[in-house]
């Protein structure tokens, strides 16, 4: 199995920035995305941002031109740069990972524990 641990939440203020970061570990494993969603209490969880392994990357219309996905070379590690945040983006963050196994050649999409991201004055 792989695990996906999020890292980098936190309490900024209007305006501020923030750098979350979600590591898979574990099995060895290729990567066919990664991405973000977040969940704000009371609603859904929603979409945030993809990054495909070619690099292809697609946002959320409420956070585009704010926050930029990327990965490490490896990709094994996906990163969300959260800029010009806003009350709005006040969630938990989730980390999720389209990942094939190589042991046993299996698809399947894992998800972290989520961070929280909070921003208040």
């Known amino acids: 199995q792989v695990r996906l641990v999020e890292s980098g939440g936190g309490l900024v203020q209007p305006g ?3 750098r979350l970061s979600c590591a898979a570990s574990g099995s060895v494993f290729s990567t066919r ?3 973000w969603y977040r969940q704000a209490p009371g609603k859904q969880r ?4 993809t990054i495909t392994s070619g ?4 946002y959320a219309d409420s956070v585009k031109g704010r926050f ?5 070379n490896a990709k094994s590690t996906v990163y969300l740069q959260l800029n010009s945040l ?3 983006d006040t969630a938990v963050y989730y980390c999720n990972a389209d990942l094939v196994t ?3 050649m299996l698809r399947r999409i894992y998800w972290g524990q989520g961070t ?3 921003v208040s004055s």
């Open 16 to 18: 501020g920035s923030l």
């Open 33 to 35: 995305a990664m991405g």
């Open 68 to 72: 930029t996905i990327s990965t490490d």
């Open 102 to 104: 190589i042991v046993n």
């Open 86 to 88: 806003k009350p709005e």
């Open 55 to 58: 690099g292809s990357t697609n």
């Open 46 to 49: 929603e979409f945030v941002a």
């Open 116 to 118: 929280q991201v909070t």
